[in-house]
């Protein structure tokens, strides 16, 4: 009896909790409209049959992928001495190799720099709750290429080798992304953004860019 | 119109449908939003994310629950979602305001019932609020709770219980009020 009467008493009493006032329907209408559009303004710059081909993160795709094989290729030319070529060249070859940033790292310098736009955006949009469902693709490429530089001489160094690693756990999560935005979603976009503060990537990004620009710049190489 | 060819509309880019469907529950939307920020500016943001993800999603709703169901399941996910994130700014508040209210020597007065309710139901966990918010408050049906939290029905009833437990134990100094 005492529990009902509680009941009842909570519900009448509970009214007043937070009271709305009448609902600013037209504000709130010429709002969404505003930010739909500065979204889609954001997201699709073109026009819709020119997503997929203009889209930066398929341009960054294949900048990079151009840009690992063309470091890779000219890493494999002057790591191992040019076939068939004369002593001289592969003696200028080798002293250029010790005295300038290896193609190595300066793919990985351009890797990162457009992990750190990607991952930048990607947090912005998480935090204002844009649909991440386009990133998936993006991130798939970054992290291929990420674990071709794993794999290369440019994670001999430690530092750095730490730094994909960081980066690879954090793309492989965005790369597994559903687009799906329930809670679940909403959730695993906010253990993704903390990741990325946690683990401090984004400014350890820029600290690594800054880094290889001094040594590109103050050899005069890059 | 019934709902269907008001979502196939909405889906085809028609403006007016999109506003005639936002018309239709922009109220429930916002007073749920309100009741759970208790504040204006959080409440229309909350909307207004709400309304710009049904638009965005549209071509997900399969009709398998009612749109104002799926509406609002989206709209809960937001405010909680939302609510998580400004709760570390608003503890800052309330610490300032503590260490401010520490160094005066004015004494408080005895909170009145309807305060002391406000502070109760503001200190329950956020899934507990939001149930006791939307069935005591907002007349919400369990059913319709647990479709739109996406929880067992039983869970919603026993959220519900608990927050009431809750909230008698925090208010058991007015256990006359109801008693008499």
Same mark, same amino acid.
């Given at each position: 009896?005492?529990?009902?009467?509680?009941?009842?008493?909570?519900?009448?009493?509970?009214?007043?909790?937070?009271?709305?006032?009448?609902?600013?329907?037209?504000?709130?209408?010429?709002?969404?409209?505003?930010?739909?559009?500065?979204?889609?303004?954001?997201?699709?710059?073109?026009?819709?049959?020119?997503?997929?081909?203009?889209?930066?993160?398929?341009?960054?795709?294949?900048?990079?992928?151009?840009?690992?094989?063309?470091?890779?290729?000219?890493?494999?030319?002057?790591?191992?001495?040019?076939?068939?070529?004369?002593?001289?060249?592969?003696?200028?070859?080798?002293?250029?190799?010790?005295?300038?940033?290896?193609?190595?790292?300066?793919?990985?310098?351009?890797?990162? =720099?457009?992990? !750190?736009?990607? @991952?930048?955006?990607?947090?912005? %949009?998480? /935090?204002?709750?844009?649909?991440?469902?386009? #990133? *998936?693709?993006?991130?798939?490429?970054?992290?291929?290429?990420?674990?071709?530089?794993?794999?290369?001489?440019?994670?001999?160094?430690?530092?750095?080798?730490?730094?994909?690693?960081?980066?690879?756990?954090?793309?492989?999560?965005?790369?597994?992304?559903?687009?799906?935005?329930?809670?679940? =979603?909403?959730? !695993?976009?906010? @253990?993704?953004?903390?990741?990325? %503060?946690? /683990?401090?990537?984004?400014?350890?990004?820029? #600290? *690594?860019?800054?880094?290889?620009?001094?040594?590109?710049?103050?050899?005069?190489?890059? | 119109?019934?709902?269907?060819?008001?979502?196939?509309?909405?889906?085809?880019?028609?403006?007016?449908?999109?506003?005639?469907?936002?018309?239709?529950?922009?109220?429930?939307?916002?007073?749920?939003?309100?009741?759970?920020?208790?504040?204006?500016?959080?409440?229309?943001?909350?909307?207004?994310?709400?309304?710009?993800?049904?638009?965005?999603?549209?071509?997900?709703?399969?009709?398998?629950?009612?749109?104002?169901?799926?509406?609002?399941?989206?709209?809960?996910?937001?405010?909680?979602?939302?609510?998580?994130?400004?709760?570390?700014?608003?503890?800052?508040?309330?610490?300032?305001?503590?260490?401010?209210?520490?160094?005066?020597?004015?004494?408080?007065?005895?909170?009145?019932?309807?305060?002391?309710?406000?502070?109760?139901?503001?200190?329950?966990?956020?899934?507990?609020?939001?149930?006791?918010?939307?069935?005591?408050?907002?007349?919400?049906?369990?059913?319709?709770?647990?479709?739109?939290?996406?929880?067992?029905?039983?869970?919603?009833?026993?959220?519900?219980?608990?927050?009431?437990?809750?909230?008698?134990?925090?208010?058991?100094?007015?256990?006359?009020?109801?008693?008499?």
């Amino acid at each position: 009896m005492t529990e009902e009467r509680f009941q009842e008493f909570l519900r009448a009493e509970a009214q007043r909790y937070n009271e709305p006032p009448e609902t600013p329907t037209d504000e709130m209408w010429r709002g969404i409209q505003a930010e739909r559009a500065a979204r889609d303004g954001r997201r699709w710059p073109q026009r819709w049959h020119h997503r997929a081909v203009r889209s930066p993160w398929v341009r960054w795709g294949v900048g990079i992928a151009a840009a690992l094989v063309v470091g890779i290729g000219i890493g494999r030319f002057t790591g191992q001495g040019m076939p068939g070529g004369t002593q001289m060249a592969a003696d200028s070859a080798q002293l250029e190799a010790e005295s300038a940033p290896s193609p190595y790292r300066w793919v990985a310098a351009e890797h990162l =720099g457009q992990v !750190e736009t990607f @991952l930048t955006g990607f947090q912005v %949009d998480a /935090r204002a709750g844009v649909p991440v469902r386009y #990133t *998936a693709g993006p991130a798939q490429q970054l992290l291929s290429t990420t674990r071709l530089l794993l794999d290369s001489p440019a994670s001999e160094d430690a530092q750095m080798r730490t730094l994909l690693e960081d980066v690879e756990l954090v793309l492989a999560q965005i790369a597994q992304l559903q687009g799906g935005q329930g809670e679940a =979603g909403e959730e !695993e976009l906010e @253990l993704i953004d903390d990741n990325i %503060d946690q /683990r401090s990537v984004l400014l350890r990004l820029q #600290t *690594a860019m800054t880094a290889e620009a001094g040594v590109a710049g103050g050899q005069g190489a890059l | 119109m019934d709902e269907q060819q008001l979502v196939a509309r909405v889906r085809a880019g028609d403006a007016r449908a999109e506003r005639a469907l936002y018309e239709e529950h922009v109220d429930r939307v916002y007073r749920l939003a309100y009741r759970m920020a208790g504040d204006d500016d959080l409440a229309r943001e909350f909307a207004q994310e709400t309304f710009i993800r049904v638009f965005d999603r549209i071509g997900q709703f399969r009709g398998e629950a009612a749109l104002g169901t799926w509406i609002r399941s989206i709209a809960t996910s937001v405010v909680l979602n939302g609510l998580r994130k400004v709760k570390r700014f608003r503890q800052r508040e309330v610490d300032l305001e503590i260490a401010r209210s520490a160094g005066g020597s004015q004494r408080q007065a005895e909170p009145d019932l309807k305060e002391k309710l406000g502070r109760a139901i503001d200190a329950l966990p956020n899934k507990y609020r939001m149930v006791f918010v939307m069935h005591d408050v907002e007349g919400y049906t369990h059913q319709e709770i647990s479709e739109q939290l996406g929880m067992q029905l039983g869970t919603s009833k026993a959220q519900l219980s608990r927050a009431r437990a809750r909230l008698r134990e925090s208010l058991a100094e007015f256990a006359g009020e109801w008693a008499s």
